[in-house]
């Protein structure tokens, strides 16, 4: 039967291996047998069969490690293995999965359920041709069969240690910068690898996050984004330009010496899923010559855990920002404001710096509602709100106040230098075209300001009011205008 399925059965009990021969025999199938673990193993790598069917008990080698040998090897892992056991629940079916095992089935197995379950493992798959991989190679003796059994289980036993240890970063460190870093760290142990990028998504937000040498230069960044990047887009993962952030961070190690942004290669990548939902990707990249794209260096299942523990730590400063973040703009929301500029009142007059408070209100927003609908005047809200975040530093405070009513804590700032923002900000806003429907719509805003000297008393709601109050006058005067509250007048 030239054209036959090849099925290598391994069992010590002729009964078993009898009934089986002529169960499949009947069926078409082609049948080889051996009686031991370390025979089936030699028989399976001489001539490479289409499928085996082995006990988990077995003399001088047990199916399990026999299967997990075989799923290690180039030339048997894409066989398909079926696990034969005595029990009907317990260790055997826990260790057949681990192991690779296609299918775990009772040892006393019904016809009704072998042939379907042998058709499943063959389905789609063509016979073998006797020249195909394996044919006519001598087979490993039993000494070295039982070395690799043992350099299997070593590697088996590292991996199980590393996933230990990724899970450990998980429950001792909940900073995700710092948990992005020490996960890198661990998946440099087991292979080479100069970077690494993830990307994340909750459906809403997400968040790209790249790990680089400490001395990689700018284009070595670019690349290892864009590349993850690209592999985001491949696997689908849901990504809003406008909902997106990506950091950048130095893995505390030198080693871009000779590895030019061009000469990355992908080492492994893993997309994560949840049912329907793609929640992200994680890939490690390496400048070493002879390092081949989707090689296997780096274990899918150390990725997906990786993966899922700097999830976590991502998902747990999601929730923080989430909590101190106006869900519509982005901005810092007017709670989290009040609380921060309260403690920075008090570190101003510790250390005698001066600030400045900007108060700003959309003109006539009210009509652009009426007119225009809520989504058009909440596409104006957020594309304003990005403009009053370019305009000032990042160690300034932006945040929505309420409404249309924007707020502002610029640091260590006197009045002339608040009043040049304050300008910036209304010009900025005055030449805008929004994104609306026809025709196109413009703003203009009013701006309040109020500073605070080092020896003034009062409070930063003092300052606040005050730039409130400045802020009415800019409005009573005309709107579009700059209006100040100086504390020399207080």
Not at 16 to 21: H, K, Q
Not at 150 to 159: C, H, P, S
Request: proline share 5%; charged share 25%; glycine share 10%.
């Amino acid at each position: 039967m030239p054209d036959a399925f090849r099925v290598l059965l391994v069992d010590d009990s002729e009964t078993v291996i009898g009934m089986l021969s002529w169960l499949l025999g009947s069926a078409g199938y082609a049948i080889e047998t051996a009686g031991d673990g370390l025979k089936g193993v030699q028989a399976a790598l001489r001539r490479v069969p289409d499928l085996v069917v082995m006990s988990t008990r077995l003399p001088r080698l047990d199916g399990i490690q026999a299967c997990r040998l075989l799923k290690a090897d180039p030339a048997t892992r894409e066989v398909p293995v079926i696990l034969l056991t005595s029990e009907e629940a317990g260790a055997d079916r826990l260790h057949a999965a681990r192991a690779g095992a296609d299918r775990c089935l009772l040892r006393e197995v019904s016809p009704e359920e072998a042939l379907p379950a042998v058709r499943e493992c063959l389905a789609g798959k063509a016979p073998r041709t006797e020249g195909g991989a394996g044919a006519g190679v001598a087979p490993p003796d039993d000494i070295e069969i039982l070395s690799r059994v043992n350099g299997v289980l070593e590697a088996t036993l590292f991996e199980a240690s590393l996933l230990n240890e990724i899970a450990h970063v998980g429950r001792e460190v909940d900073d995700f910068e710092a948990t992005a870093r020490m996960l890198f760290c661990l998946l440099r142990e087991i292979a080479p690898a100069e970077a690494m990028g993830a990307v994340f998504s909750d459906g809403v937000y997400s968040e790209g996050v790249s790990i680089f040498p400490d001395d990689a230069e700018d284009p070595f960044r670019a690349e290892v984004r864009r590349r993850t990047e690209r592999l985001r887009d491949e696997a689908g993962v849901p990504f809003a330009p406008d909902r997106a952030v990506w950091t950048g961070l130095q893995g505390g190690f030198r080693g871009s010496d000779g590895v030019t942004p061009g000469s990355l290669v992908l080492r492994a990548s893993c997309t994560v899923r949840a049912g329907e939902m793609v929640k992200g990707v994680v890939a490690v990249y390496s400048g070493s010559e002879g390092a081949a794209p989707g090689g296997t260096a780096t274990k899918v299942a150390l990725l997906r855990q990786a993966f899922t523990v700097l999830e976590n730590a991502w998902l747990y400063r999601q929730i923080a920002r989430i909590s101190v973040t106006d869900g519509l703009t982005g901005l810092t929301n007017v709670r989290h404001f009040r609380e921060q500029a309260q403690r920075e009142h008090s570190r101003a007059r510790r250390h005698n710096d001066p600030y400045s408070i900007l108060m700003m209100d959309i003109d006539h927003f009210k009509k652009i509602n009426d007119v225009y609908g809520h989504p058009v005047g909440d596409t104006v809200l957020r594309e304003m709100a990005a403009i009053f975040r370019e305009a000032v530093r990042l160690t300034d405070l932006p945040a929505r106040y309420g409404g249309e009513e924007f707020i502002v804590f610029l640091h260590r700032t006197r009045l002339p230098e608040a009043v040049i923002v304050g300008e910036r900000i209304r010009e900025a806003v005055e030449r805008k075209v929004f994104a609306a429907p026809s025709p196109l719509i413009r703003c203009t805003v009013s701006v309040g300001i109020a500073d605070y000297l080092p020896g003034t008393e009062g409070t930063e709601k003092n300052v606040i009011g005050r730039a409130d109050q400045a802020l009415y006058a800019a409005k009573h005067g005309g709107r579009n205008r700059v209006a100040c509250s100086t504390a020399k007048d207080v």
